[in-house]
C-alpha cells in the first residue's frame, strides 16, 4: 500500500495518546516515512469517555491538528504484524510493508467469563463505540418518572467512579459496586474525599460486595441478593487487542507485547511497543494516560536510536499523582511519590476540579504543541537515562 521509498518506514499502530504523540515525537528526524494506523478518522480523548455518556462532552478531535506535517494517516485496522517479511496486514485486506513498528494499539474493557451475563448485558465506556452504545441506552431511560431506572456501576476504579458520579450529577439514580476498596490507589484522606462527594451526589456505595451474574434488567451479588438495574455499566479489568498473539510475538497474560527496557520486544528489535499495551520485563506500568504521555516518546526515541545504529536508552518514568473528576464540580487530586505510592495529600472539591479539568485540557494542548514542534516533551518526565545496554529486569512478578 505504501509507495516504496529510500526513506526509513516507522508505522504506528493506534493513533490514542501514546500513538500520536509517538509519531510526532519520530519527526525529530526528518527524512522518515511515518504511517500512523487506527481505526477511527478522528482522535477520541479516552479520559473524557465517561463525561460522553452523560452527555456533557464530546470526545473527539480532528487529527489534522494532533499530526504534524509528513504523518500520513490511514484509517484501518492492523490485523497481523508479517514479522519474516516486515508487513503489516490491514482489515481491508491492504497492506503496509515498515521498517520498523511502534506498537500503541491501547486497552479496552475485558468482560470476565467467570461473570454470567456480563459480556452480554452489560456496557463499557472504554472506548468510543461502546460509551457510544451506552449512552444511546442511558438517553432512552426516563430519570424524572418515578421510580427513577436504577443503572449499576460495577468497579471501583478511576473509570468506575468516575462515571457514576457523572451520570448521578445528570439524576440517574447510581449505585457503585466495587468488589473491595474503592480507588485503592489513594490515600485514605484521599479516598474519604471520594466518598463524601459520592455520597453528596446521591451515588449508593456497596464497596464490600461483588457481582456475580448480570441479568438484562438485575445484577447478582455474591450473597445471592437480585438487585434490579436498568442499565449495568462494567468499569473493572482491562484487556488489550490480540494483535501481538496473532502475529506470533511473545505476551503477559493480559496479551501486552512482551519488551525489554528499551520497550523493545523480545521477539524483535524492529517492534517497540508504548502505552497500555506494553509489558517491559514483564512488569507492566500502570495504565492510564500520565504513563503513555511519557512512555511514547521514549519509544520513538529507542526508534529512532536504532535507525540511527545507536544503543536505545533504558525507558524511564515517575508519577506526581493521580486525579479523578467527581462529576463537574468536584474532584480529588491525590499527591503521590514517584514510584506511584500516595502521600497523605490530596486536594479536593471544586479545587480539585480545576486541577483535573486543566490536566485533561493539557494533554490535548501538548499533543497540539508536539505536531508543531517535534520534540516537545510533556513537563513532567523520570529521571536519567542511562547510555549503556540495558538488560531485563530481575523484579518481575512470579
Sequence with gaps: MNAHTDSPRVVVIGGGYSGTLAANHLRMRPDLDITLVNPRPHFVERIRLHQFVAGTYVPTVDYGALLGEGIRLVVDTAT??????????????????????????????????????????????????????????????????????????????????????????????????????????????????????????????METDAVTEVRRDAVVLADGAVRPSAVTIWATGFGVPPLAAASGLRTDELGRLLTDETLTSVDDERIVAAGDCASP????????????????????????????????????????GACISLGRRAGVLQVARRDDSPVNVFVGGRAGAKLKESICTGVVWALRRAARKPGFAFAFRGGPRPAEPVPMRTNVPS
Design 80 to 205: 497481523r504484524i508479517d514479522t519474516a517479511d516486515r508487513r503489516i496486514e490491514l482489515a481491508s485486506g491492504a497492506t503496509l510493508d515498515y521498517d520498523y513498528v511502534i506498537y500503541a494499539v491501547g486497552s479496552s474493557t475485558a468482560f470476565p467469563s467467570s461473570v454470567p451475563g456480563a459480556a452480554e448485558f452489560a456496557y463499557s465506556v472504554a472506548e468510543l463505540e461502546s460509551a457510544q452504545r451506552l449512552r444511546d441506552v442511558l438517553d432512552a431511560l426516563e430519570p424524572d418518572v418515578a421510580p427513577t431506572p436504577p443503572v449499576t456501576v460495577v468497579g471501583g476504579g478511576f473509570t468506575g467512579v468516575e462515571t457514576a458520579a457523572e451520570l448521578a450529577e445528570q439524576g440517574h439514580c447510581v449505585t457503585l459496586i466495587c468488589g473491595g476498596q474503592l480507588v485503592p490507589t489513594f490515600s485514605a484522606a484521599g479516598r474519604r474525599s471520594v466518598v463524601k462527594t459520592l455520597r453528596r451526589l446521591g451515588v449508593t456505595l
Design 281 to 320: 520485563s514483564g512488569a507492566p506500568l500502570r495504565m492510564c494516560c500520565a504513563t503513555a504521555t511519557q512512555v511514547a516518546p521514549q519509544a520513538a526515541e529507542t526508534v529512532l536510536a536504532r535507525i540511527a545504529g545507536d544503543i536505545p536508552s533504558r525507558f524511564h518514568f515517575a508519577y506526581a
